[in-house]
């Protein structure tokens, strides 16, 4: 299984789109903080706009798609004379269509959703991002025919909103997702993202890894591996995934522990072994700096919420809605 592929199925992630936004010009749509475990996406299809999340502001353009891991609140701004202008939402059976007050030509056409994952697995992943991620794939000619048709896909489903629809947007905007943690610094962004290493070397050591955290990974043995010497893995790893391998291994390894915490019964100390610690403590540790809480509270709060139905799957009202 490949390094995305696992990724994902470890982060137990459901995808869900919320809004079509059909913006006229000079309009501003504030958007709220989402809640835990949720992280909003944009991905445009016609157009240019802003988006600003705290200082950060960047200029978004056919192709291009902004996630933002810490669900943080944030504004899309399009351009245009007079003064700023709010919006209105038309509710759906599927999503919110949103369009600018007092109407107008649409200048942007922008899917707005979010991602939904676990509190172990997912959320070490959506930490270990940059945010916020800002991956343009019209700046490759392969990715954009890709995307294309993603967004041919969404958009005609969109205008037909029958039965379906929803799932079958949710699962159009996990393909999204795929898509966004593959793509590598350069070709489409200029961020690191560890989920895509393109140096084959480097990607292949991220993928031994995942597959068997609990493995002696050894800096000399995945060096090894890599036919590089020590200091030109360590300098080549921190360039394609923007961490060091430490820290890489940490969260690959807790990750992994915290599938194993949801999906098993096996002892803490167990799982602590399988996953690469030497030591119940040293795991535990490890385990609450990453997720924030302790293994074995970790496990009750997963078993709590399959038992009242509250675990992540979408069904939450965030709180970033616009207005």
Not at 110 to 134: E, K, N, W
């Amino acid at each position: 299984m490949d390094a995305v592929s696992r990724l994902l199925r470890m982060a137990r992630i459901m995808a869900s789109l919320d809004k079509r936004c059909l913006l006229g010009g000079a309009t501003r749509m504030d958007v709220g903080r989402y809640h835990e475990l949720e992280a909003p996406f944009h991905v445009l299809l016609e157009g240019e706009c802003q988006l600003q999340v705290g200082t950060t502001l960047l200029e978004m353009r056919p192709g291009d798609v902004v996630l933002i891991p810490s669900g943080a609140p944030h504004r899309v701004i399009t351009s245009g004379p007079g003064s700023l202008r709010g919006t209105t939402e038309t509710a759906g059976d599927a999503f919110v269509t949103t369009r600018s007050e007092r109407g107008g030509t649409a200048v942007i056409d922008l899917f707005c959703g979010r991602y939904t994952f676990d509190a172990g697995a997912g959320a070490v992943l959506f930490r270990s991002l940059p945010d916020p991620v800002h991956v343009s794939f019209g700046q490759s000619a392969d990715s954009d025919e890709v995307l294309r048709m993603l967004s041919a896909l969404m958009r005609g489903e969109a205008q037909r909103e029958g039965r379906g629809t929803a799932a079958i947007l949710s699962a159009l905007s996990t393909v999204l997702l795929a898509m966004v943690l593959r793509s590598s610094r350069g070709a489409t962004t200029t961020t690191a993202l560890w989920t895509a290493a393109a140096d084959g070397r480097i990607a292949e050591a991220v993928e031994g890894v995942l597959n068997d955290p609990g493995a002696d990974w050894t800096i000399d043995r995945l060096s090894r591996a890599a036919a590089m010497s020590r200091a030109t893995f360590l300098r080549h790893f921190g360039q394609e995934t923007g961490m060091t391998v430490g820290a890489f291994l940490a969260r690959a390894r807790l990750m992994a522990a915290a599938e194993l915490l949801s999906s098993t019964d096996a002892t803490v100390a167990t799982i602590a072994g399988e996953v690469g610690y030497q030591s119940e403590s040293a795991f535990s540790r490890a385990f609450r700096t990453q997720v924030g809480t302790t293994p074995a509270r970790f496990r009750r709060d997963q078993h709590q919420r399959k038992r009242v139905g509250t675990s992540a799957d979408g069904a939450l009202e965030p709180e970033g809605r616009s207005r």
